[in-house]
C-alpha cells in the first residue's frame, strides 16, 4: 500500500504525454527485457551489443532502444525498469 502510493508520488514527477519520449540511458542498462513487456505500444527493441567486460562469459550483452515513431509517453517502461535506465525527454 505504502509503495504503491510512493510509486503513485514518483510517477506523478515523471514527465510523460504526447509531448515526451522515452529515452535509454545505454550505460545502465542491462538488456534484462523487462520494459519490452511492460510497453503496450511496441516501441521498445532489444539489440545486441557486444559485451565491455571480459570477466562475463558471454560474448553478447543486450540493450534496449526505443522507437521514438511509436512511443506514446506514457512512462510505464521508465517504472518498469529495474536499474532506472530510461528517463524521460522532450520530444
Ligand atoms: S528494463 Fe531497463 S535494464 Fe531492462 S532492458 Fe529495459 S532499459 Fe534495459
Ligand atoms: S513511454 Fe510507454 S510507449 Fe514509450 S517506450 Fe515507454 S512504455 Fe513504451
Redo the contacts with the bound molecule.
Keep these: 500500500m505504502m509503495l504503491e502510493s510512493m510509486r503513485a508520488g514518483e510517477e506523478a514527477k515523471i514527465k510523460g504525454g504526447e509531448d515526451a519520449v522515452a529515452w535509454?540511458k545505454k550505460e545502465l542498462?542491462?538488456?534484462?527485457?523487462?520494459?519490452t513487456i511492460v510497453c503496450d505500444d511496441n516501441a521498445i527493441e532489444?539489440y545486441d551489443t557486444p559485451l565491455a567486460s571480459p570477466i562475463m562469459q558471454v560474448e553478447v550483452n543486450r540493450?534496449?532502444r526505443i522507437l521514438r515513431d511509436d512511443c506514446t509517453g506514457c512512462k510505464l517502461?521508465v517504472l518498469?525498469?529495474?536499474?532506472d535506465?530510461?528517463i524521460m525527454i522532450d520530444r
Excluded at 542498462?29 to 520494459?35: A, F, H, L, S
Design positions: 535509454v542498462c542491462i538488456g534484462c527485457d523487462q520494459c532489444l540493450k534496449a517502461c518498469g525498469c529495474p536499474t535506465a530510461i
